[in-house]
């Protein structure tokens, strides 16, 4: 048990859908993030969020809209995806933002999109 | 640019032989250098961490690395490989300014 959760598990939606990815941590962190996860490439790093302010955003396309209410929720709004956004799509929380601190994973969100 | 390099896409080693898995990276400062272990259906769990002092440090279940400056390299080492070990593991870097670089991981198979 990390102390991250993540709904829903797997997640099967259309081009033209909209669909939500829940993250919620019970680790008393002020900072998450949003990863995408695919196979034979590293971990991407999409979204930062500090103190419920993004402060990262690595070139991520529109079509991914996070929404952070408070430090214990993270969101990842979907919508007209294309089936390369199709990964397994990972939050995480910590401490705070600076580089030397341990991230804690939940276990993903697998996105298929047809 | 930040970059982490792992060369082995894939390693099978026997149960109770030794293991090292090798991470390489590119950063202009000191870097804050992670191993992170992933097993099938979970998220990331962090298995050791160096930011400064001791370039050997110990981690969780029997795991330890060594930071080597002059060859960029932050390698992942296990005296005796259990079965339970086998596992996706992942090296990464974390920088000043919010960011965090990942290699693209090392499958781990054990065999009895």
């Known amino acids: 048990e990390t102390g991250v959760t993540q709904t829903p598990r797997h997640l099967v939606m259309g081009m033209t859908n909209k669909k939500s990815l829940k993250c919620e941590q019970h680790?008393?962190?002020?900072?998450m993030y949003w990863y995408k996860q695919s196979a034979k490439k590293p971990l991407e790093l999409m979204f930062v969020?500090?103190?419920?302010?993004?402060?990262e955003n690595n070139s991520v396309p529109s079509r991914f809209s996070p929404e952070c209410p408070n430090s214990s929720h993270l969101f990842l709004h979907l919508h007209t995806l294309q089936p390369e956004d199709s990964a397994l799509y990972l939050c995480?929380?910590?401490?705070?933002?600076?580089?030397?601190?341990?991230?804690?994973f939940g276990p993903g969100t697998r996105l298929t999109v047809t | 640019a930040q970059s982490v390099t792992q060369p082995d896409i894939h390693i099978t080693v026997s149960e109770g032989a030794s293991l090292e898995l090798r991470c390489n990276y590119s950063?202009?400062?000191?870097?804050?250098l992670f191993w992170y272990v992933q097993s099938p259906g979970q998220g990331l769990q962090l298995l050791l961490k160096?930011?400064?002092?001791?370039?050997l440090v110990q981690g969780i279940k029997g795991f330890e690395a060594e930071f080597k400056r002059s060859q960029s390299s932050f390698n992942l080492r296990k005296p005796s490989v259990h079965w339970s070990d086998a596992a996706e593991y992942f090296c990464?870097?974390?920088?000043?300014?919010?960011?965090?670089?990942f290699g693209t991981g090392t499958s781990l198979t054990v065999i009895p």
């Open positions: 995480a929380s910590s401490q705070d933002s600076e580089g030397f601190r341990e991230q804690y």
């Open positions: 680790l008393g962190h002020n900072a």
């Open positions: 969020y500090s103190l419920e302010e993004r402060v």
């Open positions: 950063y202009g400062a000191t870097p804050y």
């Open positions: 160096y930011f400064s002092g001791d370039t």
């Open positions: 990464a870097v974390g920088s000043t300014g919010n960011q965090f670089y």
